[in-house]
């Protein structure tokens, strides 16, 4: 997996196309991703038990994650990711187009 919490995506295909967020969680069995503020759907709640009040609900729904890009901070485009060893023997993400180490912002 490629992609990290905190990450900040583009997404790159669908009906959300062209859209950027945040990867609030991350699905691993199923390979899906919630990102912050992309593909809402509403949910019809009935009161009582967690909710105390029934209504339409708005909230993010996952995505698959074939379908969104990590964004490079220096390219501030979307870039395939890489790994690279360190000399201290850490293993790092770095962006395949300009070599830039990614980092959770």
């Known amino acids: 997996m490629r992609l990290k919490k905190n990450d900040k995506?583009?997404?790159i295909s669908g009906k959300e196309k062209g859209k950027v967020g945040k990867i609030l969680k991350i699905f691993s069995d199923k390979?899906?991703?919630i990102v912050e503020k992309v593909n809402y759907i509403k949910r019809h709640?009935?009161?009582?038990?967690?909710v105390s009040k029934?209504?339409?609900i708005e909230k993010e729904a996952s995505l698959h994650i074939s379908?969104?890009?990590p964004i490079c901070g220096k390219c501030t485009d979307p870039v395939r990711v890489g790994t690279q060893q360190q000399p201290d023997g850490?293993?790092?993400r770095i962006c395949?187009?300009?070599g830039e180490i990614l980092e959770n912002k």
Do not use: F, H, L
């Open 45 to 50: 709640t009935r009161p009582g038990g967690k």
């Open 90 to 92: 850490k293993t790092v």
């Open 54 to 56: 029934g209504g339409i």
């Open 31 to 33: 390979d899906r991703v």
């Open 67 to 69: 379908n969104v890009m």
């Open 9 to 11: 995506v583009m997404v």
């Open 96 to 98: 395949k187009k300009c």
